[in-house]
């Protein structure tokens, strides 16, 4: 007969979750919390069902977006290409992401908040990072005027065409599954323009697992200068 794991195993990879996945301690590099690339690739084929342990990690952490060092790099190099000046963290949930930024943005000199409503979230011993605020986005994106919004993982079927249609708005970073259902509204990948970013796509995985990993560039209403506006 088959059963699941035990008691015993269940607080085992409780306790591992907590070790991989964690905020960056006092006096830490900014992404010394994160793993390199190559460390999430070694443990992911170490598994035998990548998606379920992805999802397992989740369920024990309440981050539902894993970046690697690497992602997040690759993303500050954009954010200096492209001459962002204010940046929005919409979702930022516990704010594994937004500890890595939020230092990369004040030395790049790039205006940064971060924002989740509180509602939806899984029970967690990973506490809330102290930059993330209790805001809902579309507020805080009208306040700050962001060029640039990354949302990680919106809720099921909820739309990013209110904040694709601010006249603000260059571009909409939306990591995820692509087509919608799972991660934002499926309309939105069927009347908003967009791009999947092969680069940000290569690196960071979601708890899904790497085949329905995604990160989509929405265009906003926002028009960037003509020698910054391919993402």
């Known amino acids: 007969m088959l059963s699941g794991p ?13 070790d991989l996945v964690r905020l960056p301690g006092s006096g830490e590099d900014p992404l ?3 793993l390199p690339e190559a460390r999430w690739r070694e443990l992911t084929r170490g598994v035998p069902d990548e998606a379920a342990w992805l999802m397992a990690l989740s369920q ?4 539902y977006f894993f970046p690697s060092r690497e992602w997040v ?3 500050m190099r954009y954010l200096k290409l492209l001459g962002v000046t204010r940046l929005l963290e919409a979702g930022a949930g516990r704010g594994y992401l937004t500890a890595a930024l939020a230092p990369g943005c ?6 940064f908040r971060a924002v989740d409503r509180g509602d939806g ?3 967690s011993d990973l506490p809330v990072y102290a930059g993330v ?12 005027r962001p060029e640039v919004v990354l949302y990680a993982w919106p809720p099921p079927g909820q739309s990013v065409a209110p904040l694709c249609q601010t006249d603000f708005l260059h571009y909409l970073i939306l990591i995820g599954e692509a087509g919608g259902g799972a991660t934002g509204a499926r309309e939105d990948w069927q009347t908003l323009p967009h791009k999947v970013s092969p680069a940000l796509s290569r690196y960071g995985r979601g708890r899904t697992g790497a085949l329905t990993h995604r990160v ?10 003509r020698d910054r506006r391919r993402l």
């Open 121 to 123: 979230e899984f029970v």
């Open 216 to 225: 989509t560039v929405f265009y906003g209403g926002g028009r960037p200068p």
């Open 60 to 63: 024990a952490t309440g981050v």
């Open 73 to 75: 790099q690759t993303l």
């Open 106 to 111: 004040a030395a790049a000199g790039i205006r």
């Open 133 to 144: 605020e209790r805001a809902d986005a579309l507020t805080a994106a009208r306040e700050l």
């Open 32 to 34: 010394s919390h994160l």
């Open 6 to 18: 035990s008691f015993r195993e269940h607080r085992d990879f409780e306790r591992f979750a907590r």
